[in-house]
Each structure stands twice: as C-alpha cells, then as structure tokens.
C-alpha cells in the first residue's frame, strides 16, 4: 500500500505553496472562510488529474471556480507533488512524482501539462533519487531500461500524463510503482447531516461498488455487505460504535424482500438504477430505550459516527492513502475528543488522516507538530504553515501560565486583533 509522506500543491483557488508533511493524524486550523476545505478539493482535483483520462483532464484545466483568481495569484500554474513510500520486492523505494500545469484562462490559450517528473530511490541503499519520468513543455522522456538513464522519448500532448501512457508498458520493471499512481485516491467525509443515508430504498445504483466509500451509500445495505463479505469489519464497526456510545446495546440488519410487484414505482430500463431484491434496515437496541428501533432515531452524532466508521472500514480494504475528515466537532460532544482521536489513530493501518476543525477541544488531542495554521495574510492567499518546536514550547507554556488548554489558546489568537494575529507568526515555521 502506499504510504504518503508529503503533499506539495501550489496555484490552486487560493491555496499558496501548500507542503505538509503527513504524520498518521494530521489537523489545518484556521480562522472562518479562510481555505480549509480548499486544501481538500486540491488533493481531490490533483489524485483526479492523474488517473482521468486525457479529454476529462482537458475539461479540468478549464475549470474556472477551481483556478486561482485572487489578485495575487491570478493565472498562477497548478503545481502538485507527492512523496510515498512503496514497497516492491522486499525492497521499500521513496517516490517523488509530481506535475505542473496551465489552466486554460480564455479561449485563445489552451491550458497544459508544462512538466513532469518521477524519482525514485531505495531506501537504506541509496541517498540519491534517480529520475524514471523528465518532461518539459516540448520533450518526454522515461526511463527504459535498470541500468539505463531516463533518455526514452516518448510523444505526448499538453493533455496528457507520461504516468498514465507508460502503463501500457507491459514490460516496464517499475510498472507496480506506475500502477500505484495511477490509483492514487482520497476520500473526504464531509457530510454533516447523514440521515438520508438510513433511509429505506428498494433502488441500487447499477454496477456499483458496494465495497467502496462513498458519499450516497446507504449505510444499512453497505452494513450488510460487509456483514456477508468482510464480517470482522462489520464486527470491529458495531463493537467501536458500542464502546464509543455505551448507550447502544446491540445493532442489527432486518431484511425485507421486494419486487417490482409489491412497489409502486417503475424502473426505466436504460437508467442508472434498479430495483434491489431486498430493502435493509438498521434498527438498535438502546439502554434508555423499552424496545429495539430504527437506528434513524439515534443522535445526529451516533449515525454520522457509523457512517465514518463505515467509511473507514471501507477505505482500509480499498487501500485509500488519505482520508479527510471536516469539523468532526459538528457532532461529537466535546468530552469524547480523546476517545474519537484514539479510535480514527487505531482504525485504520497505513491511511493518513486531515482533519479540519473550529473547536479548540479537538486540538488538545493532536499533536501539535502536526497541525497546519492558517498564517493571517492581508491579500486573501491561504498560507498553512507548521508551528516551529520553539512556537510549541511557548504555546504551551503560555496556556499553562494563563491556566487554559492550549487549544482554547491557540483559538483565541487565530481568531485575535491584530496584535494576535503578529504573535500566531512568530510562532508558524519561516
């Protein structure tokens, strides 16, 4: 599986020269409106890029909501890198791929691919990247052969990636690694009211990949595939979700059979839904409760704690490298911060998690060199930077001496006058 280890992204909306080091949990803060979520539909917009294919990616880098427009960044190249460890032969290699392009800013100028670039190394035997992919403007080339150097040209257009034609090559000896990009994949939990997802619908989507997250899953039925497919998923699922909220007793999957007799509603053939041969529902047996009932009733903060939970099951047997997570604060109370940190740490093996947030609770519990803030800028750029060691020092010992938590401390200064907004700086990473 890949094991993402940074994330470069540059030139879009208005995120500026974005690069985080990614620890297994990691948390952007900022103030209100400032560009978190924008941080999020980057990643997207850039794993997208890669694996689309080349009229999709044309159609992309004419997107204009997605373009930077600030007076600052105006026109500004999309540049995106990844750093990964992958295994291959007993051997871990660290990979740098990355590319850079031009968004198509008015129908005379025709957005591209301006470079390319992939590297790889061994670690533990080498000390040196050595280049597999070198593309400009005007030339590509790939590395052939072990032993040769990255002299094979290759032709390619302004809307296509060297990644994604090299995978034809059946022969390359490092297609797993290629293979491992063009599968690169985030999911973001970004859904705060979930209770469409309990709802009982006698339609499935065709084809779809019920072992996948994704945002319109309806959880019961997804719930039971995983109950008939991956059963101690299901079981490590239902047992947190009980240990997280003592109240929940027992959680249980009721079948009913349907036909296209027994509804109402006719299916159109040529769509894209069909009618399923049964309806799920999730009913749970609650300590408050006299009698078992639809998990619809339980708290906003218990259906979208499963759905994450269900998404995370999901995601480690997908393989997903990333997942996001926005302001989980929207439904968990603050005093199960520690328990719900603890419980996304153990979840899930290899998957590196970003979590945004406004509650100060949440940060508590991260460490603080991995938490991103949102460097206070007078132009509208979103400039997250790390706090530096000696920042952490004095953050902390400030909290203590004003004998308050260091996240209600560092709130109050992100969201301060000007003088606080002076003082968050001089603690951030030059």
């Not at 290629?178 to 979930?194: G, M, P």
Request: with cysteine; proline share 3%; aromatic share 12%.
């Amino acid at each position: 599986m890949i094991d993402i280890k940074n994330i470069y992204i540059d030139g879009y909306k208005n995120i500026d020269e974005l690069d985080m080091n990614l620890a297994k949990i990691n948390a952007l803060l900022s103030a209100n409106n400032y560009g978190k979520s924008n941080v999020f539909s980057a990643i997207e917009f850039g794993f997208d890029f890669i694996t689309k294919p080349s009229n999709i990616k044309n159609s992309m880098m004419k997107r204009i909501a997605e373009m930077p427009l600030l007076t600052v960044n105006w026109g500004k190249n999309f540049k995106f890198e990844i750093t990964f460890d992958y295994p291959v032969d007993n051997n871990t290699n660290s990979v740098k791929y990355g590319f850079e392009l031009s968004w198509q800013k008015n129908a005379k100028e025709q957005g591209k691919i301006i470079s390319e670039y992939l590297k790889i190394k061994q670690l533990n035997q080498s000390q040196k990247y050595v280049s597999y992919i070198d593309r400009t403007l005007n030339n590509a080339k790939y590395k052939s052969s072990k032993t040769g150097r990255c002299d094979k040209d290759i032709l390619i257009k302004g809307d296509e990636l060297v990644i994604n034609k090299i995978q034809a090559f059946d022969d390359l000896f490092y297609l797993e690694i290629v293979n491992a990009i063009n599968s690169l994949k985030i999911f973001v939990d970004r859904r705060f009211d979930v209770s469409e997802l309990f709802d009982e619908i006698p339609f499935i989507q065709k084809n779809f990949d019920e072992g996948s997250p994704h945002d319109e899953i309806t959880l019961a039925r997804t719930l039971y595939f995983l109950k008939k497919n991956k059963k101690s998923k299901y079981e490590l699922i239902i047992n947190t979700l009980m240990d997280f909220f003592p109240y929940i007793l027992d959680v249980k999957i009721k079948e009913f059979k349907v036909s296209e007799q027994n509804i109402d509603v006719k299916v159109d053939e040529k769509g894209p839904f069909e009618i399923a041969n049964s309806i799920f529902v999730l009913v749970v047996s609650n300590k408050f409760m006299p009698q078992t009932v639809s998990f619809k009733l339980m708290s906003d903060g218990a259906k979208r704690m499963l759905l994450l939970l269900t998404h995370m099951a999901l995601i480690d047997i997908k393989e997903i490298p990333i997942i996001g997570i926005e302001e989980p604060e929207n439904s968990v109370h603050p005093g199960l911060f520690k328990k719900y940190i603890g419980i996304i740490d153990g979840f899930m093996e290899h998957t590196k998690v970003i979590i945004t947030s406004h509650s100060p609770y949440l940060i508590d519990y991260i460490d603080l060199s991995n938490l991103y803030i949102g460097e206070p800028t007078d132009d509208g750029k979103a400039v997250f930077k790390n706090i530096s060691q000696n920042g952490i020092n004095k953050i902390n010992r400030y909290a203590e001496e004003m004998g308050i938590k260091t996240g209600e401390y560092l709130f109050s200064i992100v969201n301060g006058d000007d003088f606080d907004k002076e003082l968050l700086k001089k603690y951030l990473e030059k």
